[in-house]
């Protein structure tokens, strides 16, 4: 970097912590057999049954910000890891139902404390988790997931005359 550069923008700022967070917590959860994407799988799963849903994979995929066809892919892992429980959905046969078992619920548990910690870490330049300036923090980050984002389509000859 130039000693005349602003320094790095919002974008890769985003995008480290996003990747520095996603590498502490695969190490953080490895040796209870997660991976980052199966944490982020089993926590949501593990909120949603303790409100009562069994959901589809199709609204943990939503729910997460995954691609359905990532949550399919690590439901299926997680199963034969016996953590999940994948069952056809009576209402919608084509839509598969997930629920954690037994042993996936106190993986989880485990795994959530192991997170937390992590978490505090994360936070304690703002103060920790309960902080006014973490609390700040998470206020915005919200509102920029809440914004629509759309890839803009390059003006070229390839593209002229298409609608988007």
Same mark, same amino acid.
């Given at each position: 970097?130039?000693?005349?550069?602003?320094?790095?923008?919002?974008?890769?700022?985003?995008?480290?912590? *996003?990747?520095?967070?996603?590498?502490? $917590?695969? #190490? /953080?959860?490895? @040796?209870?057999?997660?991976?980052?994407? +199966?944490?982020? %799988?089993?926590?949501?799963?593990?909120?949603?049954?303790?409100?009562?849903?069994?959901?589809?994979?199709?609204?943990?995929?939503?729910?997460?910000?995954?691609?359905?066809?990532?949550?399919?892919?690590?439901?299926? *892992?997680?199963?034969?890891?016996?953590? $999940?429980? #994948? /069952?056809?959905? @009576?209402?919608?046969?084509?839509?598969? +139902?997930?629920? %954690?078992?037994?042993?996936?619920?106190?993986?989880?548990?485990?795994?959530?404390?192991?997170?937390?910690?992590?978490?505090?870490?994360?936070?304690?330049?703002?103060?920790?988790?309960?902080?006014?300036?973490?609390?700040?923090?998470?206020?915005?980050?919200?509102?920029?997931?809440?914004?629509?984002?759309?890839?803009?389509?390059?003006?070229?000859?390839?593209?002229?005359?298409?609608?988007?």
């Amino acid at each position: 970097m130039s000693k005349g550069s602003p320094g790095p923008g919002p974008g890769f700022l985003v995008w480290r912590l *996003a990747n520095k967070w996603r590498v502490a $917590v695969d #190490r /953080a959860v490895g @040796p209870l057999g997660l991976t980052h994407a +199966q944490y982020s %799988l089993v926590a949501s799963l593990y909120g949603m049954q303790c409100a009562g849903e069994r959901p589809s994979q199709r609204r943990l995929a939503d729910h997460t910000g995954l691609e359905a066809l990532y949550v399919s892919k690590l439901a299926r *892992a997680l199963e034969s890891a016996g953590l $999940v429980e #994948r /069952a056809r959905d @009576p209402r919608d046969p084509r839509a598969v +139902q997930l629920a %954690l078992t037994e042993r996936g619920q106190a993986v989880t548990r485990e795994a959530f404390g192991v997170v937390r910690e992590l978490l505090q870490d994360l936070l304690e330049p703002l103060g920790g988790p309960d902080a006014p300036r973490t609390r700040t923090f998470t206020d915005e980050l919200a509102i920029l997931l809440d914004a629509p984002l759309a890839p803009s389509v390059p003006n070229n000859e390839s593209t002229q005359g298409r609608t988007p």
